[in-house]
Nanobody, 116 residues
Framework: QVQFVESGGGLVQPGGTLRLSCAAS????????MNWYRQDPGKERDFVAS????????SYDNSVKGRFTIFRDNAKNMVYLQMSRLEPEDTAMYYC?????????WGQGTQVTVSS
């Protein structure tokens, strides 16, 4: 059974930092590209960042480029999102998944709220 368990969200002031974690299980993690997404209520789930199978390649949405860093630990089946210089516009529920959601499975997400 494929599972994604996101954690690390919370309430943070503008300009602050957070690190999100995602524990993945039930598939060959080291053979999968991993993405982070975010979603506001009533809106589409948007791509945030991607990391290659080995971790050597990353890509980001323009809105977070230079502020967020995605990385992974294949020994622990974990993917992370280090977020800095957070802005109110970053407020959303954050999810991790394999691109295209091939297993038809989403985790519960972790809520990030950026507010003073």
């Amino acid at each position: 059974q494929v599972q994604f368990v996101e954690s690390g969200g919370g309430l943070v002031q503008p300009g602050g930092t957070l690190r999100l974690s995602c524990a993945a299980s039930g598939f060959d993690f080291s053979d999968a590209v991993m993405n982070w997404y975010r979603q506001d209520p009533g809106k589409e789930r948007d791509f945030v960042a991607s990391v290659s199978r080995t971790g050597g390649g990353t890509s980001y949405d323009n809105s977070v480029k230079g502020r967020f860093t995605i990385f992974r630990d294949n020994a622990k089946n974990m993917v992370y999102l280090q977020m800095s210089r957070l802005e109110p516009e970053d407020t959303a529920m954050y999810y991790c998944n394999v691109p295209g959601n091939p297993f038809n499975s989403w985790g519960q997400g972790t809520q990030v709220t950026v507010s003073s």
